[in-house]
C-alpha cells in the first residue's frame, strides 16, 4: 500500500468518503491520516426512506451492475463510514464538531502537519477554514466552469447529456478554484425505471448511489498518476466564465431524471 505523504482524508458520514476509501484501496494507495468528523446530535441519513428494503435491494444492484460494467463501481455505500474504514483495515481518528466552520476543526488542521485535505462534503467551508494554511481538494459534479453551483449532476445531465466531473483546489468562491482535472463521462443505461419510484427517491438514488462512484473515479486517477499533490499543475478559472447554478427545481426534476431513462 503506498502512503500519500502529506495528504489527509477528511471522512464523513456521506457516501462521498466511502467510495473514495474503496477507489483508493483498491489503487493501493493510503493517505497519511485519516480524519472521520462526527457531528453533535446530527441525524443524517442515506437512507431512501420513499422505498422498502427490498426496493432499494433491487435497483442498488441494477445500479451497480451498471457502474461495475463501466469500471466506476467502487464499493457497499450501504455500509457506514466507520465499517468501510473497517472492512479496508485503515486505521483512523475521530473528531467531534458541532460546525464544519468552528474553531474545533480548524485548530486541529492547523495543527496536522498534512498540508492537502481531501474534501469529502460535510457544508460548504467558510473563509476562516480555507484560510486556515492548508489546501482543499475538491471533485465538483460538473466541468467548471460551466456547471457550477448546486446539484451539478443533474444540471450537467439536463444541459449538457453527460456526467461532468471536476477537481480543483478550493478558494472563497463558489466553484472557483484553480482546475487540476476534469472528466466527462456518457450517461450510463441503467435497467432502472426512475419515473417510478418519484421524484424524491430517484434524486436522493442518483446523488447518494451514483455520483459518488463518478467523483472516486476522478480523485483515484489524480492520485494514481501522480501521487504528490504539489506536483499537480492547474489552471486558473476567470469568475466571470461559465455558469453558477442553484438547487434544480421539482418542475426541472424529470427532465434530468428521465435523461437515465433514455440510454
Known amino acids: 500500500m503506498k502512503r500519500?505523504?502529506?495528504?489527509?482524508?477528511?471522512?464523513?458520514?456521506?457516501?462521498?468518503?466511502?467510495?473514495?476509501?474503496?477507489?483508493?484501496?483498491?489503487?493501493?494507495?493510503?493517505?497519511?491520516?485519516?480524519?472521520?468528523?462526527?457531528?453533535?446530535?446530527?441525524?443524517?441519513?442515506?437512507?431512501?426512506?420513499?422505498?422498502?428494503?427490498?426496493?432499494?435491494?433491487?435497483?442498488?444492484?441494477?445500479?451497480?451492475?451498471?457502474?461495475?460494467?463501466?469500471?466506476?463501481?467502487?464499493?457497499?455505500?450501504?455500509?457506514?463510514?466507520?465499517?468501510?474504514?473497517?472492512?479496508?483495515?485503515?486505521?483512523?481518528?475521530?473528531?467531534?464538531?458541532?460546525?464544519?466552520?468552528?474553531?474545533?476543526?480548524?485548530?486541529?488542521?492547523?495543527?496536522?502537519?498534512?498540508?492537502?485535505i481531501i474534501f469529502c462534503g460535510g457544508g460548504i467551508l467558510r473563509k476562516d477554514v480555507l484560510n486556515c494554511g492548508k489546501r482543499f481538494i475538491h471533485i465538483h459534479p460538473g466541468e467548471v466552469p460551466n456547471v457550477k453551483g448546486a446539484d451539478g449532476f443533474l444540471w450537467s445531465t439536463l444541459v449538457h447529456d453527460i456526467i461532468g466531473m471536476s477537481a480543483f483546489f478550493m478558494?472563497?468562491?463558489?466553484?472557483?478554484?484553480?482546475?487540476?482535472?476534469?472528466?466527462s463521462h456518457l450517461l450510463p443505461s441503467f435497467e432502472v425505471d426512475f419515473r417510478e419510484m418519484g421524484l424524491k427517491a430517484a434524486k436522493k438514488l442518483l446523488i447518494n448511489y451514483v455520483d459518488p462512484h463518478f467523483?472516486?473515479?476522478?480523485?483515484?486517477?489524480?492520485?494514481?498518476?501522480?501521487?504528490d499533490p504539489a506536483y499537480w499543475k492547474t489552471t486558473r478559472q476567470q469568475h466571470s466564465e461559465g455558469k453558477?447554478?442553484?438547487?434544480?427545481?421539482?418542475?426541472?426534476?424529470?427532465?434530468?431524471i428521465n435523461k437515465f431513462n433514455q440510454h
Not at 477528511?10 to 473514495?20: F, G
Not at 483495515?89 to 468552528?102: H, K, P
Not at 478558494?171 to 472557483?176: A, C, K, R, S
Not at 453558477?244 to 434530468?256: I, K, R, S, V
Open 4 to 116: 500519500l505523504e502529506n495528504v489527509l482524508l477528511l471522512a464523513t458520514a456521506h457516501n462521498i468518503t466511502k467510495a473514495y476509501l474503496y477507489r483508493l484501496h483498491r489503487l493501493g494507495l493510503r493517505p497519511s491520516k485519516v480524519l472521520l468528523l462526527r457531528w453533535q446530535n446530527s441525524s443524517y441519513s442515506n437512507k431512501i426512506e420513499e422505498l422498502t428494503t427490498s426496493e432499494f435491494s433491487r435497483i442498488a444492484s441494477a445500479i451497480n451492475s451498471a457502474l461495475k460494467a463501466k469500471s466506476l463501481f467502487t464499493g457497499d455505500l450501504t455500509l457506514s463510514t466507520e465499517d468501510t474504514l473497517n472492512s479496508i483495515g485503515w486505521e483512523y481518528d475521530t473528531l467531534t464538531i458541532d460546525n464544519i466552520n468552528g474553531e474545533i476543526l480548524i485548530t486541529f488542521l492547523e495543527n496536522t502537519s498534512e498540508q492537502y
Open 171 to 183: 478558494n472563497e468562491g463558489i466553484d472557483t478554484g484553480d482546475i487540476i482535472d476534469t472528466r
Open 244 to 256: 453558477t447554478y442553484y438547487f434544480m427545481h421539482d418542475a426541472l426534476l424529470p427532465q434530468a
Open 215 to 227: 467523483r472516486a473515479e476522478i480523485l483515484g486517477s489524480l492520485f494514481h498518476n501522480i501521487p
